[in-house]
Structures are given as C-alpha cells and as structure tokens.
C-alpha cells in the first residue's frame, strides 16, 4: 500500500530535478541569466544543485520500493 506514494513522489522529484537541470543548462548555454538579478554564477550553480538534489531524492523514492 505504501509503494503507490513512493512512486508518485519518485516521479515527481525525478521530473522536476531533471527538468530543472535542463533548463539551467539551457539558459546558462545561451548565456542569458537564471535568475534576474542575481550573480549569474551563483544562481547557476544553486540551481544546478537544487535539481540533482531533487534528482537524488527521486531516484531514493524509487528505489526503496
């Protein structure tokens, strides 16, 4: 029974670390800022950051099924 919360939050950490790192990327590839007004580098990298943890807890929800 307690498997079907641990999927459903698996896949939405995974999702929104994965589409967080895609988008840092993509913003930092084109070199426009990731957040206005904030150093450029700083902002980067705590968004990098914030999505592989968002990732990491994921991939932990899923695999303690």
Known sequence: ???GPAIY???VFALFGGALLAWTG????R?????????????????SVAG??????????LTRL
């Not at 993509?26 to 590839?29: A, D, G, L, S």
């Not at 070199?31 to 990298?45: D, K, L, M, W, Y």
């Not at 943890?53 to 994921?58: D, E, T, Y």
């Open 52 to 61: 592989t943890a968002a990732l990491a807890l994921g991939v932990y929800c």
């Open 1 to 3: 029974m307690e498997s």
């Open 31 to 47: 070199g426009e800022p990731v957040a206005h007004g904030v150093n450029r580098v700083a902002s980067a990298t705590l968004a």
């Open 26 to 29: 993509t913003r930092v590839r």
């Open 9 to 11: 939050a698996g896949v």
